[in-house]
């Protein structure tokens, strides 16, 4: 997490130089604002990584001499057989649609989006858990 901290805090001085620099060489007020939070954003993601790293343990990316392979093993629990994310992307779609087509297609995306959520966060209560 160390180097992603250097290269999110070396991004921000960077962007602070162009939007110094645009804003100078343009005067067009939106893009250097837009530019400047930019900058204040790159400078809030490194300062966390930064802050976060200092209290975890080194990890295989700070390591000069490890391998690719010293990072490998699980990476996380994946629900083998949900059927909530084909929900949730199809009602996301059409939510997004809608922007283009008309607000009226919100009406079929919303029990969607709606039905995609429950059964994302309720799918494992189901079973031996169902009763507690």
Do not use: C
């Not at 067009?28 to 204040?40: C, D, H, N």
């Not at 343990?57 to 057989?81: I, M, N, R, T």
């Not at 059927?83 to 949730?88: D, G, N, R």
């Amino acid at each position: 997490m160390k180097i992603q901290g250097r290269l999110f805090l070396w991004l921000s001085l960077f962007v602070l130089v162009v939007a110094i620099v645009y804003g100078y060489w343009s005067r067009e007020t939106v893009g250097t604002v837009a530019l400047f939070l930019a900058f204040g954003l790159a400078l809030m993601i490194g300062f966390y990584l930064s802050f976060t790293a200092r209290r975890m343990d080194e990890l295989a990316q700070d390591d000069k001499e490890a391998d690719v392979a010293d990072e490998a093993g699980e990476v996380g629990f994946f629900s083998p057989h949900s059927w909530a994310p084909v929900s949730l992307s199809i009602g996301g779609a059409l939510a997004f649609t809608s922007v283009a087509l008309g607000w009226w297609l919100l009406y079929f995306s919303a029990p969607l989006i709606m039905l995609g959520l429950w059964g994302w966060v309720f799918e494992y209560y189901r079973g031996e858990n169902r009763n507690q």
